[in-house]
């Protein structure tokens, strides 16, 4: 038994042919915070606190969508949602519509530390996140010139991003900016585990492109786009909507404990259940066992244990 992490940059329709100018930022996005994650869990930092420090840094890197970054709403704003659990308590704080506040991640963690609830959305979570003297910014820092094309495109398209997976129905110009499949990035998660078997996942995104204000996907809710007990940490990433009625995260542990498979195992059985196209996680066991399947084209993920090993992929599925 060792240590384990892995962390996603978001699954779906994500062309081989991606230009290295759109593939390399985000690999070494993902590189820089695998890296951050294992230097805090060789520094013997708890899995919750390892989980929210590299979805932070996530966040914070404009070319995932969470945090800076994250896409826009059919209005143009942003919503941003998160949500964060531990495995041993399965203590666990969720956010939705939160549309000013730096590090979504980190007002999930106070919701799970600081109030009596476990999800807080919109004006409430706005003005916890101010009570609890959290850095907040204008919304328009989050939005990037891409997201504006992102969402031109999509409503161009007449592409309510419900089923962002699939290919633009409309035509787009071959040469538009932003070619088809480069929309489909960007949700960001991270599970770990420690030597000592303790488990934690986070998750965070800006949800799809031109999603209706007030949609709320898989991310923020337990059991669907995040959880962890005991077992395993699991976060997912993908269509919402066939996430949520999946309850993908949660399958993987029920998996698991009612069936006796191997994380392997479970998480590939679990995500085969899922209309194809749709869905990818990444998850942990209390072992130190890594799984990364998804059914989409491509996820970009990474992940390192303690005997060396250590991965960044984005196509070739390994349920495939
Ligand atoms: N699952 C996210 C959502 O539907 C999107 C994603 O994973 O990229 O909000």
């Known amino acids: 038994m060792g240590w384990a992490i892995s962390v996603h940059g978001g699954a779906g329709d994500i062309p081989l042919s991606l230009p290295p100018e759109k593939r390399l930022p985000r690999e070494a996005g993902l590189r820089r915070c695998l890296d951050v994650g294992i230097a805090a869990l060789k520094a013997h930092n708890h899995p919750l606190d390892v989980v929210e420090l590299v979805v932070r840094e996530l ?5 995932f969508n969470a945090g800076k970054g994250s896409v826009l ?34 007002l999930a963690r106070l919701v799970m530390d600081k109030t009596p609830h476990i999800y807080l959305a919109f004006d409430g979570a706005e003005a916890f996140a101010r009570e609890q003297g959290l850095e907040t910014v204008e919304m328009s820092h989050f939005i990037t010139p891409e997201n504006i094309e992102r969402l031109k495109q999509a409503q161009e398209a007449d592409r309510v991003q419900l089923d962002y997976t699939q290919p633009i129905q409309k035509e787009v110009p071959k040469d538009a900016a932003l070619a088809d499949g480069d929309s489909q990035i960007g949700t960001v ?8 078997g303790n488990l934690a996942t986070a998750t965070s995104t800006g949800g799809i492109v031109n999603k209706m204000v007030g949609r709320i ?13 005991h077992l395993c940490a699991v976060s997912a990433t993908g269509r919402g909507e066939a996430i949520i009625r999946g309850t993908i995260a949660r399958d993987v542990a029920a998996v ?47 992940c390192a244990t303690e005997d060396g090993y250590s991965e960044i992929a984005i196509w070739d599925s390994p349920t495939k």
């Open 59 to 63: 966040e914070n890197n404009p070319h």
């Open 256 to 302: 698991m404990e009612f069936k006796g498979l191997s994380l392997k195992e479970a998480a590939a059985y679990v995500i085969d259940q899922v209309p194809r196209g749709n869905a990818g996680l990444v998850a942990v066991s209390s072992t130190g066992e890594v799984a990364m399947p998804f059914n989409t084209t491509g996820m970009f993920r990474a």
């Open 189 to 196: 998660g991270c599970v770990a585990v420690d030597n000592e």
């Open 73 to 106: 709403t059919t209005s143009g704003t942003v919503e941003m949602e998160a949500c964060i659990m531990d495995g041993k308590t399965m203590k666990c704080g969720a956010v939705s519509g939160v549309s000013t506040v730096v590090n979504a991640i980190s």
């Open 217 to 229: 996907g898989d991310t923020p809710i337990i059991g669907a786009g995040t959880y962890a007990n």
